[in-house]
T-cell receptor, first 113, second 114 residues
Framework: GAGVSQSPSNKVTEKGKDVELRCDPISGHTALYWYRQRLGQGLEFLIY????????KSGLPSDRFSAERTGESVSTLTIQRTQQEDSAVYLCASSLLNTDTQYFGPGTRLTVL | KQEVTQIPAALSVPEGENLVLNCSFTDSAIYNLQWFRQDPGKGLTSLLL?????REQTSGRLNASLDKSSGRSTLYIAASQPGDSATYLCAVKKATDSWGKLQFGAGTQVVVTP
């Protein structure tokens, strides 16, 4: 497919466990973004990657959150020692150099018990 | 700090009526504003993007206006259909951050009844 894909679509974990969420951006898109959407709330920016530049991590809520991106392809968002307040839908988006439209994946719904 | 507000939070209209969704933002120094649609269990779909130098954008039955000085944008959907039922989100990007994050409103949940 040509869109942004994310896996898994759903993840249920126990408090204290680590989780890893994956995002495959649209091929050729140099910018990649992670957002979080808690139930009934708007999207919160977490982190973005632009080519080989240093990522903008200003939205990460704590040092339990980290993300990596391999070149201009796959990105993984890791949450260590998950807490119940981490329960949310995690959305990934990508955009093409010279355009501003961000294309979103379907999200990963994370539930921390 | 930029704050984005959407009013109303929810809206229900009969099929055929026009929809008017409002978005306001506190810092007028924006790079662009984007309207998205979100369906349950799915990601966001971009509807319209308005650059800061533009006053409006149109696509089919959708029209979005932007008044940067007053910090407002309005999304109009003409002749609503049940398939328009979704949550509509507006998002702004700071003028100094052309490649950076979008700041979202909480959304307006729309139900169009047949």
């Amino acid at each position: 497919g040509a869109g942004v894909s994310q896996s898994p679509s759903n993840k249920v974990t126990e408090k204290g466990k680590d989780v890893e969420l994956r995002c495959d951006p649209i091929s050729g898109h140099t910018a990649l973004y992670w957002y979080r959407q808690r139930l009934g709330q708007g999207l919160e920016f977490l982190i973005y990657f632009q080519g080989n530049s240093a990522p903008d991590k200003s939205g990460l809520p704590s040092d339990r959150f980290s993300a990596e991106r391999t070149g201009e392809s796959v990105s993984t968002l890791t949450i260590q020692r998950t807490q119940q307040e981490d329960s949310a839908v995690y959305l990934c988006a990508s955009s093409l150099l010279n355009t501003d439209t961000q294309y979103f994946g379907p999200g990963t719904r994370l539930t921390v018990l | 700090k930029q704050e984005v507000t959407q009013i109303p939070a929810a809206l229900s209209v009969p099929e055929g009526e026009n929809l008017v969704l409002n978005c306001s933002f506190t810092d007028s120094a924006i790079y662009n504003l984007q309207w998205f649609r979100q369906d349950p269990g799915k990601g966001l779909t971009s509807l319209l993007l308005i650059q800061s130098s533009q006053r409006e954008q149109t696509s089919g039955r959708l029209n979005a206006s932007l008044d940067k000085s007053s910090g407002r944008s309005t999304l109009y959907i003409a002749a609503s259909q049940p398939g328009d039922s979704a949550t509509y989100l507006c998002a702004v990007k700071k003028a100094t951050d052309s490649w950076g994050k979008l700041q979202f409103g909480a959304g307006t949940q729309v139900v169009v009844t047949p």
